[in-house]
């Protein structure tokens, strides 16, 4: 398996459930990102982990919780979330921008979750 | 602050030439992105821009002009499956990462 995969594709959650978003890696690449898209809205950057260190979280509610626990993976907890909070929610992951490299981002597919 | 504007949709015929611009104003610039996303997938690049002028890709061209904030993705020989959403990022690196800051996209419609 190849590429960024992301799972489940798609959630429904009441608004007290816990659940959460996985994302892998099989690139090799040292950089992961969660991106929040909602219609006609860019992409939000949400949470950036470089070398499993977390280096942004773009005051993101703390309702949201990432963990990267190695280079491949990458989780999103979810707890108590609200109806606003549907969206896609896309995973990616990049390696250093040296010589040839663009440093581009490789994103997966999404999980569209929707908040009841 | 930071800024990416680009047209919400647009349209145009099979085998035409279309041009989608983007404007930015952002704190930081390592280059910019162009991206491609049919509607239920993954965004995937499409091109890179870092310094002034013209990249040409087979069918899809992007231009930078860094002094005006600007930049085009240009689409030749329009096929029914460039219908899709095209996505204007500004990169900032930092320490080992790519801080891609997104426009809202451009939705374009290619009709027969």
């Known amino acids: 398996e190849t590429g960024v995969t992301q799972t489940p594709r798609h959630l429904v959650m009441g608004m007290t459930n816990k659940k959460s978003l996985k994302c892998e890696q099989h690139?090799?690449?040292?950089?992961m990102y969660w991106y929040k898209q909602s219609a006609k809205k860019p992409l939000e950057l949400m949470f950036v982990?470089?070398?499993?260190?977390?280096?942004e979280n773009n005051s993101v509610p703390s309702r949201f919780s990432p963990e990267c626990p190695n280079s491949s993976h990458l989780f999103l907890h979810l707890h108590t979330l609200q109806p606003e909070d549907s969206a896609l929610y896309l995973c990616?992951?990049?390696?250093?921008?040296?010589?040839?490299?663009?440093?581009?981002?490789?994103f997966g597919e999404g999980s569209r979750l929707t908040v009841l | 602050g930071q800024n990416i504007d680009q047209p919400t949709e647009m349209t145009a015929t099979e085998g035409a030439i279309v041009q989608i611009n983007c404007t930015y104003q952002?704190?930081?610039?390592?280059?910019l992105f162009w991206y491609q996303q049919h509607a239920g997938e993954a965004p995937t690049f499409l091109s890179y821009?870092?310094?002034?002028g013209l990249e040409e890709k087979g069918r899809f061209s992007s231009f930078l002009s860094r002094s005006k904030g600007y930049s085009y993705l240009l689409l030749k020989e329009l096929q029914m499956k460039d219908s899709a959403s095209y996505l204007c990022?500004?990169?900032?690196?930092?320490?080992?990462?790519?801080?891609?800051?997104f426009g809202a996209g451009t939705r374009l419609a290619v009709h027969p």
């Open positions: 952002t704190s930081g610039f390592n280059g």
């Open positions: 990022a500004v990169s900032s690196f930092s320490g080992g990462y790519n801080k891609l800051i």
């Open positions: 982990y470089s070398l499993e260190e977390r280096v």
């Open positions: 690139l090799g690449h040292n950089a």
């Open positions: 990616a992951s990049s390696s250093p921008q040296i010589q040839e490299n663009t440093g581009e981002l490789f």
């Open positions: 821009n870092v310094l002034d």
